[in-house]
């Protein structure tokens, strides 16, 4: 079925946010993992391979548009060099990609898109769960203090 290109090209956006993700949370989970940090190590693997089936979705769904999915494209990635900077960077990645499926579920409900709304509304809602983890976690570590957080997060 071709799809309208304004429609891919909100796509093939996404999946570059996504990718973006991927490999931006699966260093913070090595790095986690390396300092002993399991519980850490796990949760953000686990967000890592929920971002994963996303960009797996939008790929399908390009294709069943007759578009091209461009999976070299990579935004910035913001590496933390410590736990409050990983999750404020993770943070700001969720909001961007809230916004960005803000934008793409008003673009698909504008041009009759429904197959497509339906996907980002879908995603939206696990970028709405992460977004409200990472605001959890940083929380803790304000009201707890650092060395007591990560106390917790060993296994």
Not at 9 to 24: C, G, P, R, V, Y
Request: aromatic share 6%.
């Amino acid at each position: 079925m071709k799809g309208n290109e304004n429609i891919i090209a909100a796509l093939n956006n996404l999946l570059a946010d996504e990718l973006t993700a991927i490999n931006q949370y699966m260093v913070h989970s090595e790095m986690c993992d390396n300092w002993l940090y399991e519980e850490l190590h796990k949760a953000i693997e686990e967000r890592a391979i929920t971002e994963m089936r996303h960009a797996e979705k939008l790929i399908a769904r390009i294709l069943f548009l007759e578009g091209s999915p461009t999976v070299s494209k990579l935004n910035k990635i913001n590496i933390g060099p410590d736990i409050p900077a990983q999750f404020n960077n993770d943070l700001e990645a969720e909001m961007i990609a809230v916004r960005g499926y803000n934008d793409g579920i008003r673009l698909a409900f504008e041009l009759g898109d429904n197959g497509t709304r339906e996907l980002f509304e879908s995603i939206l809602t696990d970028e709405e769960q992460h977004v409200d983890w990472l605001e959890g976690q940083i929380d803790q570590v304000k009201m707890m203090g650092l060395q007591a957080y990560l106390v917790e997060q060993t296994d």
